[in-house]
């Protein structure tokens, strides 16, 4: 699903994309994101091949854009951390709460590509990436057990399906974060076709990508110039890419077609990728092998 932006969030510059990707989706440019909806979920693009009468990232298989990513609140549900920064360095827990329009913490959540959680972090750079799975204590209180992070700006989201006040829910929901310390960024490489993680080497085709356009994109997997063909599902799917745009953090994320069977997933993974912004993202691939998990990371311009 895309969401359009709030309008107070949106440059100038950016509204002819957010306004594409609203007119793919035949909906209103209704840009308050906290405005109620009548579907009881997201309003917003989805790419055409993932409408469906149920909203949220159920992780059908098809190929999906999350929204934006950019609110702490969206409807009725807020993202409420515990702290807004994080020791440098060490393994940081943080814990956090989503609170529903009551003001309460909500407690039902449903799995959702097999995990009632799902935490992200990147620093403003779009190094630092990490993907993790927090635990719930009964209270509502979430735990993201955080590795290292070095000092900078970084930006926590969390995705995830609530049950609340009668409607079950999809949201990606953002917040700030700050770890003190003397802060470098390293720029962000260029945009490639290709990238190597863990002697596997990815290479994306797709040519040209637009803002808001669906668009198929094809990642090949092979190693040592052999095709890749015993990848193993994890989180249900045979890859997960999120993809954090390198202006604002927008945040996407999608999983490739197709159902899972076995450790036989490869060579070829087939995405449909909606990304509501032109300029350059940085996509981080996730993917199972022999039991260790893999993060690619390559910058797509999108135009
Ligand atoms: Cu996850």
């Given amino acids: 699903m895309l969401k359009p932006p709030t309008s107070s969030r949106a440059a100038p510059g950016r509204i002819s994309a957010v306004l594409v990707a609203t007119a793919v989706a035949g909906l209103a440019l209704s840009a308050c994101s906290n405005s109620s909806n009548t579907s009881g979920a997201h309003h917003g693009a989805m790419p055409a091949q993932s409408m469906s009468a149920h909203d949220g990232m159920s992780g059908t298989g098809m190929g999906m854009a999350a929204g934006d990513g950019l609110a702490a609140t969206t409807d ?21 709460r989503i609170t529903g329009t009551d003001g309460h913490p909500v ?22 990436f990490q993907h ?126 197709g159902t899972v069977n076995g450790n036989h997933g490869g060579p070829a993974l087939t995405f449909t990728a909606t990304l509501p912004r032109a300029g350059d993202w940085r996509l981080f691939i996730q993917f199972q092998t022999h039991g260790a998990l893999h993060t690619a990371a390559v910058t797509l311009h999108v135009g």
């Fill in 76 to 96: 009725g549900l807020t993202l409420l951390p515990a702290a807004s920064t994080l020791p440098a360095g060490v393994p940081a827990p943080l814990g956090f």
């Fill in 107 to 128: 407690t039902t959540f449903e799995p959702d590509q097999t995990k009632l959680m799902h935490l992200y972090l990147i620093r403003s750079d779009l190094t630092g």
């Fill in 132 to 257: 993790i799975h927090p635990t719930m204590a009964a209270d509502g209180t979430w735990t993201a057990p955080l590795a290292p992070a070095r000092p900078g700006t970084y930006r926590a989201y969390t995705a995830f399906t609530a049950k609340t006040a009668g409607k079950t829910v999809s949201a990606v929901l953002s917040r700030p974060l700050t770890v003190p310390g003397t802060a470098t960024d390293t720029p962000l490489p260029p945009p490639a076709t290709t990238t190597q993680a863990d002697g596997y080497t990815l290479t994306v085709h797709g040519g040209q990508m637009m803002a808001g356009m669906a668009h198929t994109l094809t990642v090949t997997v092979t190693r040592n110039g052999r095709p890749v063909t015993d990848l193993q599902p994890y989180l249900d799917s045979y890859a997960h890419l999120t993809a954090i745009h390198a202006g604002d953090l927008a945040f996407a994320h999608l999983h490739p077609h």
